[in-house]
C-alpha cells in the first residue's frame, strides 16, 4: 500500500561551499565552486519520502523570489503536491548557507526568511483541506512556533499518526509533548528534550529516551548518525538498528530528514515503527554518497536492495 504523507516544514535554498575543513569561529575557510542544491528540513524529508514510494503534500511557504518558484519547480518536479505551499509577500525564500568538509560533515546556518512566517492558520486551513487524506503528518520545527504547534495539535485532535522531529529543539514544542507525538531526535537534540523537560543531568541514550517516551506516551527514535538509531517504545523498552556501511561519504547533510522522510512514509503505510525505522537507516545510508541533501536519496528498490544484503 502506498503511504500518504502530509509534510510540515521548511524549504530552503541550501548554498554549498566543499572545502578542506570546516571554520572555527573567526576564521574563513575557502573552497572550489559553489554548489545550489534544494533544501530545508522540510522539503528534503518530502522528496525522500516520495523517493521511497509515498503520496506526499506539502505544507510550507517560499518568498516571491527566484529562490522560490525554483524551489517549487524542484518539488513538482519529483512528484509532491505543493497547493498547500504559500507564496510569502515581501518575504525572501528560506536559504542555508553550508559549509561541507572531506568527511561530509557539514556547518549550516540558515536564514529562515518565508519559513518563519507561515501562520497557525495557514497550517490549520491545510489540514483541513487535507481531511481524511494522510496516514501519517511530519512536521520538523524550522518554521514559526505556532505553525508547528498547530500541525501537531490539529493532527492529533483528528486522529492521524504525527511525527515530531524536533530539528532545532525549540522551547514552544514542550507542552506538545503530552499530547504523543512520535518524537525522532538526534543525539543532542535528545538532550536539548530531556532538558527541557525539567530533568537534570545528562544520562544514557537509552534513559534520556525512555524518559522522555514516559512523557510523551509513545515512541521515541532517536538517530546515531553513522551507528543508525535507536527506538524506544513508549514503555522504555529500546532497540538498537545499525546501519550500513555507505560506499562513500560525500555530504551527509539532509541523512536525518532522510530517515525522517522514509520513516514516517513508511508509518504513513501502516508499517510499525520497528520495520519504518529499519528502512529509513537503510535510505539514510544511502543518501549521504552524493553531494547535497537530496541528490542521493535513494528509491524503493535502492532501499529493498541495501536491506536484502
Ligand atoms: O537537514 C539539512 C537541511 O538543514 C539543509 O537542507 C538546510 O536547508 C537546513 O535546513
Known amino acids: 500500500m502506498r503511504g500518504r504523507l502530509l509534510v510540515v516544514g521548511a524549504l530552503n535554498v541550501d548554498l554549498v561551499v566543499a572545502a578542506t575543513a570546516l571554520p572555527r569561529p573567526g576564521e574563513t575557510v575557502v573552497g572550489s565552486d559553489l554548489q545550489r542544491h534544494g533544501g530545508g528540513k522540510g522539503g528534503n524529508s518530502a522528496v525522500a519520502a516520495l523517493r521511497a514510494g509515498a503520496d506526499v503534500r506539502y505544507v510550507g511557504a517560499v518568498g516571491e523570489d527566484e529562490f522560490g518558484s525554483s524551489s517549487l519547480k524542484e518539488l513538482q518536479a519529483d512528484g509532491i503536491d505543493v497547493t498547500d505551499v504559500i507564496v510569502k509577500k515581501g518575504r525572501a525564500t528560506g536559504a542555508a548557507f553550508i559549509v561541507v568538509d572531506p568527511a561530509g560533515e557539514n556547518q549550516i546556518a540558515v536564514a529562515a526568511g518565508a519559513n518563519a512566517a507561515i501562520t497557525a492558520d495557514d497550517v490549520r486551513a491545510a489540514i483541513e483541506r487535507a481531511d481524511g487524506w494522510p496516514?501519517?503528518?511530519l512536521v520538523s520545527t524550522e518554521i514559526s512556533v505556532p505553525a508547528v504547534v498547530a500541525a501537531v495539535q490539529e493532527s492529533i485532535?483528528?486522529?492521524w499518526r504525527c511525527v515530531l522531529n524536533p530539528a532545532p529543539v525549540?522551547?514552544?514544542?514542550?507542552?506538545l509533548l503530552r499530547l504523543g507525538p512520535i518524537v525522532t531526535p538526534n543525539r543532542g537534540e535528545l538532550q536539548d528534550v530531556y532538558r527541557l523537560l525539567g530533568h537534570g543531568d545528562e544520562t544514557s541514550v537509552e534513559a534520556m529516551a525512555a524518559a522522555v517516551a514516559g512523557h510523551t506516551g509513545a515512541a521515541v527514535v532517536v538517530t546515531l548518525g553513522?551507528?543508525?538509531?535507536?527506538?524506544?517504545?513508549?514503555?522504555?523498552?529500546?532497540?538498537?538498528?545499525?546501519?550500513g556501511k555507505a560506499r562513500q561519504v560525500v555530504d551527509t547533510t539532509g541523512a536525518g530528514d532522510t530517515f525522517n522522510g522514509v520513516f514516517a512514509a513508511e508509518l504513513a503505510a501502516g508499517q510499525g515503527i520497528e520495520t519504518a525505522a529499519r528502512r529509513g537507516v537503510a535510505a539514510a545510508t544511502l543518501s549521504v554518497e552524493g553531494a547535497g541533501a537530496r541528490t542521493s536519496m535513494p528509491t524503493v528498490a535502492a532501499?529493498?536492495?541495501?536491506?536484502?544484503?
Open 135 to 137: 496516514g501519517c503528518v
Open 157 to 159: 485532535a483528528k486522529g
Open 170 to 175: 525549540v522551547p514552544g514544542i514542550v507542552d
Open 226 to 243: 553513522a551507528e543508525g538509531v535507536l527506538v524506544c517504545d513508549e514503555l522504555g523498552s529500546t532497540t538498537k538498528i545499525a546501519a
Open 303 to 309: 532501499i529493498e536492495a541495501l536491506l536484502a544484503m
